[in-house]
């Protein structure tokens, strides 16, 4: 350190007088130029007597400023801001103080320098090429006759097919030999393992219940709905013009009453079908006393189509006497109708044996009902029958049934379903 020591600039206190107060400095001329000063001009803190020099201050970072490193060093003690009451004549602006060119803004750090461009960078850099100019497109007419294309070659004379010629294949509507097509059912047919009758057979080769049946059809696929009528000899019914009747009837009647046969012939000349009755067959008959039974009724009423146990006390209800009428009637060719009542073990065994069955399905006129209550009896079967698919009803032939049974046919319900024979319902 010099001995000597300047004095301090304007605006800067001695650190070591003891924080006495310096006069405001005095703002110079703005547009003088600042007057150079060397690094011995520059104030120096005094050092204390027997103290070491202190050492040098480290420089400041670039980012700060000059006077705030002073500050931080205890060099500079910022000016103080002039009372708020008194309002400055001038703003002073204080002169910052400069330090030695050795001790100045650190230099600019050194930076690598710039990499040269690599191909593809400076060939981005080039003038794109202008395009060239597409040529002209010159018309060639086209030629009104073309070419004839190559022709195949012709099949040799006397190749035999299948030497190196394939066969043309046969059309997609072509019936492949041995293969059976459409065999899904269509309603009408006959049902699958039912033998079709024979044409041209002749009526006496076949069995009553084909023979004997009247003609039905359906074209409209309506439920079946058959009704049939206990002829037991009552009067005041016109028989023979209730059988001329376009509505199909099946008439019940007991081989062994009276005037039997007669009463038949009359149904059957207009066409209707008639049921035997299975009576006459005696308690705890066995195999030989039935067979002799039944060949009595079939002699009464040969043209019957079924057989009906009608109060369902003959034979219905008995299993070991259903499992022996059961096969006399399939040797008979005969249908079996039976009463939905109880277990009706003949229809069971009917059905196990494959016999054409069907079961009745109620009564109209049990109680000696008036024609009203008849037709309403039959509207309620007609539901059944729109439910099931068919059903059979079974009154006597008195007037007030075949009154309400008439009034029924033509105002009632008769129009929901098929008027049809027994033998239309019989299933095996």
């Known amino acids: ?73 205890g060099q500079v003690r910022p000016p103080m801001a002039p009372a708020t009451g008194e309002a400055p004549q001038a703003a002073v602006q204080p002169t910052a103080p400069m330090l030695p060119a050795a001790e100045g803004a650190p230099e600019a750090a050194d930076l690598p320098p710039v990499p040269p461009l690599r191909p593809e960078e400076e060939a981005l850099l080039l003038p794109l090429p202008e395009a060239a100019a597409e040529p002209p497109v010159v018309a060639v007419p086209a030629d009104p006759t073309p070419e004839p294309g190559p022709q195949p070659a012709p099949v040799p004379e006397g190749l035999a097919l299948g030497e190196g010629v394939l066969p043309s294949a046969p059309p997609l509507n072509a019936e492949a030999e041995g293969v059976v097509t459409g065999r899904l059912p269509r309603i009408g047919d006959a049902p699958v393992g039912a033998e ?132 006399i009637l399939a040797e008979q060719g005969r249908g079996l109708v039976t009463l939905d009542q109880g277990l009706n073990a003949a229809d069971q065994v009917a059905r196990r044996e494959g016999l054409a069955a069907a079961v009745v399905f109620r009564a109209i006129d049990s109680d000696g009902e008036a024609s009203p209550v008849v037709r309403r009896y039959l509207d309620r079967a007609a539901f059944k029958a729109a439910q099931d698919g068919r059903v059979i009803v079974i009154g006597d032939l008195r007037p007030e049934t075949v009154a309400g049974v008439l009034e029924w046919a033509v105002e009632g319900r008769a129009s929901t379903v098929a008027l049809a024979p027994l033998t239309a319902l019989l299933e095996e």
Do not use: C, H
Request: hydrophobic letters at 45%; proline letters at 14%.
């Open 1 to 73: 350190q010099p001995e000597e020591q300047t004095a301090a600039p304007d605006g800067v206190s001695d650190a070591q007088e003891g924080g006495a107060t310096v006069p405001a400095p005095v703002v110079p001329d703005p547009a003088a130029p600042a007057p150079e000063q060397s690094p011995a001009s520059l104030p120096q803190a005094q050092v204390a007597e027997g103290a070491s020099a202190p050492a040098a201050l480290p420089l400041p970072p670039p980012s700060e400023a000059p006077g705030e490193a002073l500050a931080s060093a």
């Open 196 to 327: 079709a009758e024979p044409v041209g057979a002749d009526p006496a080769t076949l069995p009553p219940r084909a023979r004997y049946a009247r003609p039905f059809d359906n074209p409209a696929q309506k439920p079946l709905f058959a009704i049939l009528l206990q002829d037991k000899g009552q009067e005041g019914v016109d028989r023979a013009e209730l059988a001329a009747l376009a509505l199909p009837l099946s008439i019940v009647i007991d081989p062994l009453s009276e005037g039997a046969a007669e009463r038949a012939a009359i149904w059957r000349a207009g066409g209707q079908e008639v049921v035997m009755a299975g009576t006459g067959i005696p308690e705890g008959a066995g195999p030989g006393d039935l067979e002799q039974s039944f060949q009595v009724l079939d002699s009464r009423l040969p043209e019957a189509v079924a057989v009906i146990d009608a109060d369902g006390t003959a034979f219905q209800a008995n299993r070991a006497l259903a499992a022996q009428v059961v096969p």
